[in-house]
């Protein structure tokens, strides 16, 4: 093993983006023995999509293969928050199946059945009641529900803290992170059998590698782009939004004391504690893609938000005030 690390030390990988992506990435290759550079074009990690995530963290997966990754990576992040405080917080999810919408509840059947198979069974999903919904979650009006899919052991996380985290592990395997180094250009050295990468940076300077990941997020689509990949990707707008504090909430931030998340199927949302309060994220129609921005944002777009756009929302808030 030692010497398989030392022979992939001489492998140099460079991750554009640090994200929660490249950050990840990043521990999982330097923990292996691979040389690796992390460059980021802010001053601090987070400094794109990742910061403003609502941070959902589920065992539950629409497929087999998903499912088992969601749990693994769950494990992961349990582990982790035992050992350094990544704001994990275990609250559970449930899926609100409304009185008769059939479809949904045959699904979440199979999500039930799944779930037997493919999950730990420490952590049993179950089919729970109107009032076993109420017990769990005071706020939730359950005249209108059938029931609900319960998955214990999910919640939400810090992605700030997380993604902090994870680079502090990977700096700790031999991890270099780079800051202030926008990446203006990616090219392809040498033949198709040993490829070598050019990285051109702001400053001037030239990089190269072995390999290169592209975890640039928003901006990934410039690289491939430059790498001759086609990547269809583009930046779409999400909002959400965090209500003021509710008092049955009030002062009750322990992951014994937090109210689970919500998934509103008919309403298109998640539901989940923040803070005091509630943070409603919608699934809406209609949200637009920014194809003025074909190879992602302005490079100095950080730590924006959109403007609110409530009328693209209003459906799905309505819906989840029927909810809670």
Known sequence: EGYCRHRMRHHQTIVIGGGVAGASIARSLSKRGVGVTVLEKAGQLC????????????????????????????????????EHDIGL???GSIRIIN?????????????LAMAALYDDPSYP???????????????????NVECGLYTPHDGDIDPTLLTNCIAKLAKADGADFRFNQEVLSVATLGGAAQPRFAVTVASGEVLHADSIVNAAGLWSRKFSNQLGMAH?????????????????LAGKVGNSERVPVLRDLAGSS???????????????????????????????????????????????????????
């Not at 930046?235 to 939004?241: A, C, D, G, N, S």
């Open 270 to 324: 998640y539901i989940r504690q923040e803070r005091d309060g509630l943070l409603v994220g919608p699934y809406e129609f209609g949200a637009p893609a920014h194809t003025e921005w074909p190879e992602g944002p302005p490079a100095n777009f950080a730590f924006d938000l959109f403007p609110p756009a409530l009328d693209r929302l209003e459906s799905c808030l309505l819906h989840a005030m029927e909810i809670v």
């Open 99 to 111: 009185k008769g919408d059939t479809d949904r509840l045959l699904e979440a059947k199979q999500h």
């Open 125 to 143: 999903t179950s089919m729970i009641s109107p009032s076993e919904i109420a017990n769990m979650h005071p706020l939730v009006n359950v005249e």
């Open 232 to 248: 269809p990707a583009l930046v779409i707008e999400h909002q959400y939004l965090v209500t003021e504090t509710i008092p049955l």
């Open 47 to 82: 400094a794109g999509a990742t910061w403003h995530a609502a941070g959902l963290v589920t065992r539950f997966g629409g497929s087999p293969k998903i499912k088992k990754v969601h749990v693994s990576a769950l494990e992961m992040m349990t582990k982790m928050h035992e």
């Open 89 to 91: 917080h275990l609250t």
